[in-house]
């Protein structure tokens, strides 16, 4: 009887002990995200000029979120139009508002809010009702990059290849060098890389961005990104810079080139990892086994590869400059042979 008694002594003793630390990680998370939310005011709206809607409006405008066209970490982006039918847009809604979806909220706010150019997805507004956080795009017709390059049955040619390249190298040398403040993406993939009716190559998802402070180079930040897009320096605890977006650039400049994930362990063993693949090719001068039957000027495919492998190197300071990256595709200047990109192929 006395053993019963106290193992129902211990088992209430534990459940009140568990109920209190619920307690108190619910009363945290509510402070957090009260804390960011109140934030809010501190600035942000006169930040940035966009329209304000009320959810009342996006859910008529996306007709209930009914149509559903992508899906990312923190929230589902709906077709809808504004403007009396003129105008279609994609409208991101993030599912649940806790610390972390807020922080992204701000951080696309504050990153595009106020960025101008052509190889951007363009913000026209956001809505703030409430618990409801939304964000309201330019709708891209043709879908990602990834859907381009991965899923269409017709493949892209060579001149849209390095049309898209371009295009991308261009948006992101002005979020580096142009932008009022420096900002680092921080998650540059095909999935955020979005095509216009024309296929024009536009930069999308902000939620990973860093902004930087004038006269700030670099920054301590807990990884960010998507594997295999994500560089070394995010591993190794190394103050993160804006080479950390040229890394990933030339990983999908070399996806672009092949027209294959930078990973894919369905493929002979020596080319499962693209990176390793292409350089072996480039070594042995074997670099139309890249594009098969692939109709190419082999100079210009060349300079692809040199421009991908160059921004691949493990070490940050190896890497060009995205103005360096923009005159290299360009063809203006010349393009010395890169090194391996893995610092331990030598010893391999």
């Not at 994500?230 to 190394?238: G, I, K, T």
Request: hydrophobic share 40%.
């Amino acid at each position: 009887m006395g053993v019963l008694i106290g193992s129902s002594v211990i088992l209430a003793f534990a459940l009140v002990i568990l109920a209190i630390t619920g307690i108190l990680i619910y009363r945290y998370r509510v402070w957090e995200y009260k804390k960011i939310k109140n934030q809010w005011n501190d600035g942000l709206i006169e930040e940035v000029t966009l329209r304000s809607y009320t959810y009342g409006e996006l859910e008529k405008a996306t007709n209930g979120f009914t149509d559903e066209v992508g899906e990312g970490a923190f929230g589902t982006v709906f077709k809808g139009v504004i403007d009396n039918g003129k105008t279609v847009v994609a409208v991101k809604r993030l599912e649940t508002v806790v610390a972390e979806s807020e922080r992204e909220f701000r951080n696309e706010m504050k990153a595009i809010g106020r960025t101008h150019h052509k190889n951007l997805v363009k913000l026209f507004g956001y809505c703030h009702d409430g618990t409801n956080r939304l964000l309201v795009y330019e709708y891209m017709s043709n879908g990602s990059l990834a859907d381009f390059l991965f899923k269409s049955r017709r493949k892209p040619s060579w001149e849209e290849k390095t049309g898209i390249a371009l295009n991308l190298a261009r948006g992101i040398l002005y979020l580096h060098d142009e932008c009022e403040n420096q900002i680092i993406h921080c998650d540059i993939k095909p999935e955020n890389i979005l095509m216009d009716e024309q296929k024009c190559t536009k930069i999308a998802d902000f939620g990973l961005a860093k902004l930087l402070m004038p006269n700030q180079t670099r920054t301590y930040t807990g990884i960010r990104g998507t594997r295999g897009y994500v560089a070394p320096e995010w591993h190794r605890n190394l103050p993160i810079t804006l080479k950390a977006d040229v890394y990933s650039f030339g990983i999908v400049l070399l996806e672009i080139v092949c027209g294959r994930r930078n990973v894919d362990v369905e493929l002979p063993e020596e080319e499962v990892v693209l990176a390793n693949w292409v350089f072996d090719c480039f070594e042995a001068g074997e670099l139309d086994r890249l594009v098969k039957d692939e109709q190419v000027e082999m100079n210009k495919l060349e300079r692809m590869v040199r421009v991908g492998l160059w921004c691949i190197q493990y070490e940050p300071s190896f890497r060009p400059t995205m103005k360096r990256v923009v005159l290299m595709l360009e063809g203006t200047v010349e393009i010395p042979a890169p090194p391996s990109p893995t610092p331990f192929s030598s010893a391999m």
